[in-house]
């Protein structure tokens, strides 16, 4: 990829652009990390969307899928399991035997053929699977056995989720091992660094809440002892790997998948003081509108801060440029629109808007339909996508 394609246009007033996309230039700038430079600000959010085999191995369609969209200044990938007490889901990918290293290297490769970056999203469950959802049939693990809310999918039936076993201590650093190692692995396969899935409800999201954490040992009780676990983690990662390969991702107060945070604040503000020295890549942080994390997080991370708008309100090129001009954030995570605009980035640089996404059951599925079918603005059938993108605005 020709990076000054994406580099902001000196003469504005070009045939591209209309008034009401011009503010989105902002991410089209180029933007340096301690170990990458990008070419634009737009950063592809993790979306699972369970494209492995039952045995957590890449398929190769997932390599046309991520070099699809190589035009975002940095790929996040979906979350993948860095153990198997750490699967969510069979088919969600793994990182933790060769032949799933081997399988992601020609997914990495294919991306920086096409020109972009990735990083590897490393997602440990914890209490969110079902031992119908694991290579060893386990029950899962959790800081506590507290049981979350609803039901879960396995590969033919929705169920609903187990009580989960509180982990040992044994465990928890076992955990922390597993995190080092697959950022290593993730580094073998050919990534460009490695992402902690901290938010979300994920297993260091299970440490940080108040209703998923009754430890009352070192990890439990105090701020100080619910961020050790993500603290750990991410330092074991930057052991591993290099600090400056390495983001964490939080999202403080996000009730998805139960969580309980009753004064998220004083917990995060504590985290973010313990990992600033570092030296981290990055923190990714997700917004959402119980509590301004943004607002309450960026003047308390001196490095560089990846935004996101949060679920409640998909992100459009506006509302994502918005957090770069009102310096909430430095580079801008989305995600469902990645989903059905494989060329977000440029069709930002064109002007034309992003293309809905046609059908939502094809999020978790397997096989092509719904992932690699969705046309660049610029392809035959792109057009169509674009004029129903302009009846949604
Ligand atoms: C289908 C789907 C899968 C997702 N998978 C992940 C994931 O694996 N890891 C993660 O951190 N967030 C995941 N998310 C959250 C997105 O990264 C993002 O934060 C969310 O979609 C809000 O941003 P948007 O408005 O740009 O879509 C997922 C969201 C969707 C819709």
Redesign the pocket.
Known sequence: MDVRFYARPMNTTSTAYTASTAPANVLLDGYALPALTLPNRVVM?????LRADRRAVPQPVMAEYYAQRAGAGLI?S??IAPSVAGQQHLTQPGLFTEEQVAAWRRVTRAVHAAGGRIFA?I?HAGRNSHPANRLDGSTPLAPSAVRAPGLLHTLDRKVETVLPRAMTLAEVRQAVADHADAARAALRAGFDGV?V?G??S?LPHQFLADNTNLRTDRYGGDAVGRIRFAVEVTEAVADAVGAERVGL?I?PGNPEGGMVERDPAPVYRRLLAALDPLGLAYLHV?DNPVYPALADLRPRWSGTLVG????H???TPLT?ARLVSDGLADLV???????SNPDAVERIAAGVPWAPIRERNF??TSGPRGYVDYPRHDAPDGARDQEEGQRCR
């Open positions: 959010a993790p979306l699972t969307r996040i979906e979350g999203q997602m992402e899935h938010a979300n994920y991702r999202a997700t996101n708008t949060g679920e309100e998909e992100t994502a995570s989305v995600g469902r629109p990645y989903i999020h978790y």
